[in-house]
């Protein structure tokens, strides 16, 4: 028997539903806690943030959804719980960094490998701490993000170890890998589109989780159809690992949406014709709230938070058919695949 680890408990695999593997129900930039502009009418927020996930559930049929929130963004234990709650979605947070250049706050990067796995094991087994309190909900997945994304992008330097990682990016890298090792999860990364144009990251990562002792069939490249380079992709997916494709209906670092959902559904297909199906799935990378939402037009980032919840439906998979895919291709990548992914052994 496997399990999906919710923010509201164990629950058996097959109950998942329709899963969507990367998502934020709240976003903020890390500092963005301490703003005044950013102070929270928090039942204001949980009900603003249920409706979309009600929606997204009743119309669609989404029945789990993986918050990819690391502490330093704005992981919130609570409000995951009480929109789980009200909704009855599955939530499953996340323990986790965002890449070194924005994220890995200075405490954690004084912390040993040892001392970094013990905390993402600890978050996956017995709650994550939240404003300096123990909570009772568990992780469920494991974040690690390299690149260099920040105010001005650019692809990433050749770091100590050789790679195009970050000091402290390797560590926490290592730690999440003896932890999935140890409790038997996945980890979902973070890449950044413009690291594929020096090297593939997610080749990068999994060096480095592997030599951790991480399943790389339990491991999800995040973010690689962004920038889709078909031999990169297909030698991912040749050492066993998985390829999310994401920012559906979300330009990023491409002009329009449509630019981009165009080009990423076109290598989609092309690792499904070479019979990669198996290791795909699909998500946004929406923000159901950004409490900076008032400043959406100075700051282009924030289309996160506009694509509709039913876009998935509407215009993507509607695209994907049309190039050749079934309906038992979609449903694997947004059921079989990454619930076979996320499942812990009970």
């Known amino acids: 028997m496997t399990i999906l680890r919710t923010v509201l408990g164990d629950v058996p695999a097959e109950r998942s539903g329709m899963i969507l593997t990367h998502e934020h129900l709240l976003y903020g930039y890390p500092g963005a806690e301490t703003d005044h502009r950013t102070v929270l009418d928090y039942d204001a927020t949980i009900d603003m943030i249920s409706a979309q996930v009600s929606r997204g ?96 992008p650019k692809p990433s330097p050749i770091g100590p170890n050789g790679r195009r990682i970050h000091y402290y990016e390797d560590r926490v890298i290592r730690a999440a890998g003896r932890a999935s090792a140890r409790v038997g999860c996945a980890v979902n990364t973070h890449t950044d589109p413009m690291d594929y144009d020096v090297t593939n990251p997610g080749i990068e990562q999994l060096d480095i989780l592997e030599e951790e002792g991480a399943d790389p069939s339990r491991v999800i490249i995040g973010h690689a159809f962004v920038n889709p380079d078909p031999v990169q992709l297909r030698d991912i997916c040749r050492r066993g690992a998985n390829l999310q494709l994401d920012h559906i209906g979300i330009p990023w670092r491409v002009d329009t949406a449509e630019e981009l959902d165009e080009m990423m559904a076109d290598a989609l297909v092309g690792l499904v014709e070479d019979g990669y199906g198996d290791q ?67």
């Open 57 to 152: 559930m009743s119309e669609f049929g989404y029945g789990t959804m993986v918050d990819m929130t690391p502490p330093e963004v704005g992981r919130h234990p609570q409000l995951m719980a009480d929109v789980a709650r009200r909704t009855g979605m599955n939530v499953i947070a996340i323990t986790g960094f965002f890449p070194e250049r924005m994220g890995i706050p200075y405490y954690w990067r004084r912390q040993t490998v040892e001392e970094l796995t013990d905390f993402f094991v600890r978050d996956l087994t017995e709650g994550m701490v939240f404003a300096w309190q123990q909570t009772p909900y568990k992780a469920g997945v494991i974040k690690i993000a390299t690149g260099q994304e920040s105010v001005e």
């Open 280 to 346: 795909l799935v699909l998500s946004y990378d929406r923000w159901f709230f950004n409490p900076r939402s008032d400043v959406t037009e100075s700051d282009p980032q924030l289309a996160n938070e506009k694509v509709d919840i039913g876009y998935m439906f509407t215009s993507f998979i509607p695209r994907l058919k049309k190039k050749g895919l079934t309906d038992e291709q979609v449903s694997r990548m947004l059921i079989d695949n990454p619930r076979r992914i996320l499942a812990i052994p009970a």
